[in-house]
Structure formats: structure tokens, C-alpha cells
């Protein structure tokens, strides 16, 4: 009866290592698998590499424009060896931009966006043919030659140059710190009113001009 015993305890502990066995065998075949799945890019390229556009363009469903444009930017929007042409259409959302609003954006990122990346952010966005409203809030490092892809727009119809946002608007304080140019902007408006049929109806320019 022992001995009986002792063969069936024996059975059911060598079930239970082939049981374990099978299990760190299938771990080690599915953690195979996603590192397969997540493979690091190739000495050269960057983590964007590894990333489908599909899953960036999903991520960026959640951000405002201002921030959509920038992650384009960001990811090497629209250069050789950077996400495809289809994924920028996708994460500026597919139909035209009509507004840009800085807003939305964290002010101290704003502050730190420069008349390159927003020419660059315009250009993606093709705002000469579809933008109508564009406010610069928080965007202090500007000198206004950024806005060379919207010279002559027939479309454009707003334009706020405070500086400040929609919150900010009634407070009393300090005028905002700027680079803009008075000469960079009176140049830019211009090309808006040259040959005539401009859609623009309103400007705002900072208090101190």
C-alpha cells in the first residue's frame, strides 16, 4: 500500500514539473515574440523607427492641432527616412487646419517655439490655402518671419499678435516680454492686403505698439 502510495505521490510530482516546465516554456516564447515585436532600431536610426505611424497617428487623436503639428515636427514630418507622407495627413487629422490657436499649448512650450518651427508648422498644416484665424499666445521667441508661408493669404481672417491668451486678455499687468517685429509683421499684412480680395477682418497687436 505504501509502495502504492509512493508512486502515485511520485506520478504527480513529475506531472506537476512537466506542468511548470510547459508554462516557462510558453513565457519564454511570448516574451521572444514581443521583443520580436518591439525590436530597437539599427544603430543610425531613432526609437521613431520602431513606432507604426498607425499608432502615432492614434496617439495623437488626443492632442490639439498646435501640439499635432509639433509631434510631426518632432518625428521628422515629411523628411527622408521619417514617418510617411500618409501618417502627417493623419495626425494634422486629414481635413484642412482653419485655426491655430497657441492656446493650447503649455505656455512655457510656446515660449520656446521659434519662427522655424513655426514656418515649419504652417507649411504641414498648408496654411496658406485653408487657415482663417492664427493667435500667437505665448509664443514670445517669435520675430514674425515665421509667418512667410501665409504671406498673401486670401483666406486668413483673424490674426492675433498679443501674445497673450484669452485668459490673460483682461489682466492688468507688465506688457508680455516679445521679439516680435513690427517691421517682420507690417511686412507680413501688407502681403495680405497687396491685389486685393484679402479676407482679413482682425488684428490685434500688442498693447505697447
Known amino acids: 500500500m505504501a509502495s502504492k502510495r509512493q508512486k502515485m505521490a ?3 510530482a513529475a506531472a506537476a514539473k512537466s506542468s511548470r516546465m510547459r508554462a516557462a516554456s510558453s513565457s519564454e516564447d511570448a516574451a521572444e515574440g514581443e521583443c520580436k515585436r518591439t525590436k530597437l532600431p539599427p544603430p543610425g536610426r531613432t526609437i521613431r523607427d520602431a ?7 492614434a496617439v495623437c487623436d488626443f492632442l490639439p492641432v498646435p501640439s499635432r503639428l509639433m509631434t510631426v515636427l518632432a518625428l521628422g514630418g515629411r523628411n527622408s527616412g521619417s514617418i510617411g507622407g500618409t501618417a502627417v495627413s493623419s495626425l494634422v487629422g486629414g481635413a484642412p487646419v482653419t485655426s491655430l490657436d497657441f492656446e493650447d499649448v503649455e505656455k512655457e512650450l510656446a515660449g520656446r517655439l521659434t519662427d522655424d518651427h513655426l514656418e515649419s508648422m504652417l507649411r504641414l498644416a498648408d496654411a496658406a490655402m485653408g487657415l482663417q484665424i492664427l493667435k500667437l499666445a505665448g509664443c514670445t521667441n517669435i520675430t ?10 486670401r483666406v486668413l481672417r483673424q490674426v492675433d499678435f498679443t501674445l497673450r491668451g ?14 516680435l517685429s513690427k517691421e517682420e509683421v507690417v511686412s507680413f499684412l501688407q502681403s495680405l492686403l497687396d491685389g486685393g480680395g484679402t479676407a482679413l477682418r482682425d488684428v490685434s497687436f500688442p498693447q505697447a505698439w
Not at 513606432?51 to 497617428?57: C, E, H, I, Q, T
Not at 518671419?145 to 493669404?153: C, E, T
Open 166 to 179: 484669452n485668459h490673460e486678455a483682461a489682466k492688468k499687468e507688465e506688457e508680455v516680454a516679445t521679439r
Open 10 to 12: 511520485l506520478g504527480e
Open 144 to 153: 514674425g518671419s515665421g509667418l512667410r508661408p501665409l504671406r498673401g493669404s
Open 51 to 57: 513606432l507604426p505611424d498607425s499608432l502615432v497617428a
